[in-house]
C-alpha cells in the first residue's frame, strides 16, 4: 500500500499550483545569521562579515567569540557545527559561542588575491613553487591592524562578548596567517586554530619570528591538524591523476613536518602558560582536515582557562 502511494505521487502530472509553489521558493537561511559590510579605514579595503550568534540565554562573561578567516568559504561549516554540537555542551564539552567570519565582498568562495594579501608579510619561499604573484602580497600589517583597531572592538561592543575567550582560525595559507600572528601577537586572542597551515610560505621567517616572540602574560591554547595524506597520496586518489610537478610540490612544502616542528616550537618559546597539541588526521587531506577535526579544535581551545 505505502509503495503504490509513493508510485502514485510520483506519476502524479504537476499543476498550476504546484508551479506557483515552485516559484514562491526562497533562499534559505541558516538561524541566527547575518552579515554585514566593513570598509578598513586604513587601505579602505572593504570585508564581509558573516556573524552567527546563538540563540540561546547569554552567559553572565558574554559568549565566547570563533574569528574563521577565509569567511565566504569556511563561515557556515564552522557556525553550523557550533550550533548543532553546543545543543549539549555538558557531552560535547563545546559550548555555544558566537562565530565571526571574515571574508570579501563578491564571491562565495576564496579571495586569492585579497587572501595572498592580507594573510603575509611578503611573498612566498621562491623554492617553495609558488602560485601567486609578488604584488599580490605583503599586506599582513595592515590586516592585522585592520581586526585589532576595527573588527574585534566592533564585536565587543555591538555584542558584548566575553574578552578573555577569543579564538582565531584559519586552513591552509589562512593556518600560516594563524601560526605568524601568534609569534607576533599571542595575546589578540586566547585561542588558535591552525589546519594544515602553508608553513612552507616562509618556514624559516616563522621560526625566527617565533623565538623572538615577548613572553606570554596569560595563558594561551594552539591546536593544529594535518591530514596523513598531505605528504603522499592517499590510497584513494589515483597516481595517474596527479602531475610529477604536484608531487614535487608536495615533497618540498613538507605540510605534515612543517606543522609538527611549529607546533614545538611554539611550545618550547611559551612555556606552561601555552596548552599546545598537534594533531594528524589519519583519514584526511588537505581538503578534508576542517571538517573532519573541527570539534577536537574546537574542544581543546574552548578549555583555554578564562583570567
Not at 566592533?154 to 591552509?172: E, M, T
Request: glycine share 8%; aromatic share 10%.
Amino acid at each position: 500500500m505505502h509503495d503504490k502511494a509513493l508510485r502514485n505521487t510520483s506519476e502524479r502530472v504537476p499543476t498550476d499550483s504546484d508551479a506557483e509553489d515552485m516559484r514562491a521558493l526562497q533562499a534559505l537561511v541558516m538561524p541566527g545569521c547575518r552579515t554585514f559590510a566593513l570598509r578598513a579605514t586604513e587601505t579602505g579595503l572593504r570585508y564581509e562579515i558573516f556573524v552567527y550568534v546563538p540563540e540561546v540565554e547569554r552567559p553572565a562573561r558574554g559568549f565566547p567569540v570563533i574569528y574563521v578567516l577565509d569567511g565566504n568559504s569556511d563561515f557556515i561549516t564552522v557556525a553550523e557545527t557550533v550550533r548543532r554540537v553546543s545543543r549539549r555542551p555538558m557531552a560535547t564539552g563545546i559550548v555555544p559561542s558566537i562565530v565571526v567570519g571574515i571574508g570579501y565582498p563578491n564571491t562565495t568562495g576564496y579571495n586569492v588575491d585579497r587572501r595572498h594579501l592580507d594573510f603575509t608579510r611578503g611573498p612566498a619561499d621562491a623554492g617553495m613553487f609558488p602560485d601567486k604573484a609578488t604584488d599580490a602580497c605583503g599586506g599582513q600589517a595592515a590586516y592585522v591592524r585592520f581586526l585589532r583597531n576595527q573588527l574585534l572592538p566592533h564585536i565587543q561592543a555591538w555584542l558584548d562578548v566575553d574578552p578573555d575567550r577569543r579564538i582565531l582560525l584559519g586552513h591552509s595559507l589562512a593556518g600560516y596567517f594563524v601560526l605568524d600572528l601568534l609569534s607576533q601577537r599571542p595575546d589578540m586572542f586566547n585561542g588558535y586554530i591552525s589546519f594544515s597551515p602553508s608553513i612552507w610560505w616562509d618556514r624559516a621567517g616563522l621560526s625566527r619570528t617565533l623565538a623572538a616572540a615577548s613572553a606570554l602574560v596569560r595563558p594561551i591554547r594552539l591546536y593544529t591538524a594535518v591530514g596523513r595524506w598531505e605528504q603522499q597520496l592517499a590510497p584513494w586518489q589515483a597516481l595517474e591523476n596527479f602531475s610529477a610537478r604536484y608531487h614535487e610540490i608536495r615533497k618540498v612544502r613538507r605540510m605534515i613536518d612543517n606543522a609538527r616542528e611549529i607546533s614545538g616550537e611554539v611550545g618550547a618559546v611559551f612555556g606552561a602558560l601555552a596548552g599546545v597539541r598537534f594533531e594528524l588526521g589519519e583519514n584526511d587531506d588537505h581538503a578534508t582536515i576542517v571538517t573532519a577535526m573541527l570539534c577536537q579544535a574546537l574542544r581543546f581551545v574552548g578549555a583555554a582557562p578564562s583570567v
